[in-house]
């Protein structure tokens, strides 16, 4: 968490300015997945604010701008996750 917040202050922001989450739901290491569902969880719960499950390949050259272009309905709701694990 301490990382999430060291992040938004170097970019002068807060967690107050948050409006919505994208999580990345894989594929990935479990450990890993896990840990950024349940931290992303915990502040889309704690700010009442929306939180979307997206995976790698809906991502084109890795290009992160892209989610908020992309239609929300192409995204899983935070409740319907199912995490894509690898080995």
Sequence with gaps: MILILNFLNEHNSNLGEITQIFVNQGPGKVSSIKNSIAIAKGIAFAK???LYGFFSEQLINK????LVKIDKRNF???NLIKPLYSS
């Design 48 to 50: 009442n604010i929306d």
């Design 63 to 66: 290009n992160v701008d892209q």
């Design 76 to 78: 899983t709701n935070i």
